[in-house]
């Protein structure tokens, strides 16, 4: 497995590759998420290009950056482990060289869910991973549905922008208690790391519910929001039940929807999706 830094670098080795190149856009600190992507894309491609980039762009003010873990020595390892081609890790200079100030903007979609409350953070998302796919040039791109609404985003970015990417979207991975897989797990304590199950417990309850014929999306919203409240340690941020692709809130009775959530748990947090479908009932949490 080979690494590279610099843009001139990256073109050198990238050029090297059989094709086609799966590409696996992360920000590091890997997990099991992570690596089940590398795992489909060597499954499905030639060659597999990972990054690794803690992206500034995406990340408010607020937010802290400086504290977003890292462990570069580590994911290296676990890369190659899962039989990476070529990493790329480039530097916030080698990104956004100063004067830097062309951005990819997905209008309607970075409006609701995370963008209601993180307005510029999809503005980040969306050029880095262009900039990713202009580096690598993929012909695919895995990414993770715990980021339901990133898919969503990259997908529409894609299209818009005529990127020749198969864009992938890979299940969640899961923690044996229900609890989706993030590099943000490791800030919660052991109560709140017990506490942040009941994301996973509320979309079971309501996918308990769907399956036994609740349609309608109010109820589905008002299932997740009381278990979240049983939690002490947990509140909701928003719990929604939309159209998969357009992201719009649903009314009524629904057969098909993607119910997602954000919920703190002390200074962290979370979020959790399920995809309801009404052929085959859910997708995305074990019974
Ligand atoms: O999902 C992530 O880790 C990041 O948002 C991504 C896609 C690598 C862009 O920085």
């Known amino acids: 497995m080979k690494t590279v830094n610099t843009i001139s670098e990256l073109r050198a080795a990238r050029a090297e ?20 992507l590398a795992r489909r894309a060597r499954h499905e491609c030639a060659s597999v290009v990972a990054t690794i980039f803690v992206n ?8 802290d ?3 977003y873990p890292r462990d570069l020595d580590r994911d290296l390892a676990l890369l190659e482990g899962a039989g990476v081609d070529l990493v790329w890790t480039p530097t916030p200079d080698v990104m956004y060289p100063p004067n830097f100030q062309t951005w990819v903007i997905v209008e309607d979609l970075t409006r609701v869910l995370e963008g209601a409350s993180r307005p510029t953070h999809f503005r980040g ?3 880095v991973v262009a900039m990713l796919f202009n580096g690598v040039q993929p012909q695919r791109a895995y990414f993770g549905q715990k980021d339901a609404q990133q898919a969503v985003v990259v997908q529409r970015m894609v299209q818009d922008l005529n990127y020749p990417i198969e864009v992938v979207v890979c299940p969640i991975v899961r923690e044996a208690d229900g609890l989706a897989m993030s590099s943000r797990n490791t800030y919660l304590n052991p109560d709140q790391r017990q506490a942040a199950t009941v994301l996973s417990r509320s979309l079971k309850a309501a996918k308990l519910a769907f399956h036994a014929g609740e349609r309608d999306a109010d109820a589905l919203r008002a299932i997740v929001a009381e278990v979240v409240a049983s939690e002490p340690l947990a509140q909701l941020e928003y719990i929604s039940c939309a159209h998969p692709e357009t992201l719009q809130e649903l009314d009524g009775s629904i057969e098909n929807g993607l119910l997602s959530m954000a919920v703190r748990v002390g200074r962290t947090r979370l979020i959790d999706n399920l995809v309801i479908t009404g052929d085959s009932g859910t997708r995305n949490v074990k019974t």
């Open 125 to 127: 998302v969306a050029t």
């Open 65 to 67: 950056l400086d504290a």
């Open 56 to 63: 500034p762009t995406q990340f408010a003010p607020e937010e």
């Open 17 to 36: 590759l059989p094709e086609p190149v799966g590409i696996v856009p992360t920000m590091g600190f890997l997990h099991e998420g992570h690596l089940s």
